[in-house]
C-alpha cells in the first residue's frame, strides 16, 4: 500500500472548488481513494524550510505504480491548468 501526501496552498477558493469536484474520480480511476483532507492547524517545525501551506490532501493507493500511473495519468494531467490556478502543491508518496 502506498499513500499520497499532498501539501497545499490555497490561491483560488473557486478553482479549487472546480478542482475538488473532479480529482476524486480520476483517484478512482487507478484503484485509488481519497482518505483524509483537511486545513492545517498549527505548524511545530519547518526545519526544511518548506514553502508555506495551509491544507493537506492523503491519497491511498494499492501500489506506487498505481499512484505513479494516476499522477502521470491524462485524466489527472486534464486538471493540472485548473490546479495551478487554485494552489501551490507539493505531493509526494510514502510507502506503508
Not at 30 to 45: C, D, H, P
Not at 51 to 75: C, G, I, K, R, T
Amino acid at each position: 500500500m502506498v499513500k499520497v501526501i499532498g501539501l497545499i496552498e490555497l490561491i483560488d477558493q473557486s478553482a479549487f472548488e472546480q478542482y475538488r469536484s473532479q480529482v476524486s474520480q480520476t483517484v478512482e480511476l487507478y484503484q485509488g481513494s481519497i482518505k483524509n483532507r483537511g486545513s492545517v492547524t498549527e505548524l511545530f517545525w519547518n526545519e526544511l524550510g518548506c514553502a508555506p501551506f495551509s491544507a493537506y490532501v492523503e491519497l491511498e493507493f494499492p501500489a506506487a505504480q498505481d499512484a505513479h500511473m494516476w499522477a502521470n495519468s491524462p485524466e489527472y494531467q486534464s486538471l493540472v491548468p485548473i490546479r495551478s490556478k487554485a494552489m501551490k502543491l507539493t505531493l509526494f508518496n510514502i510507502q506503508i
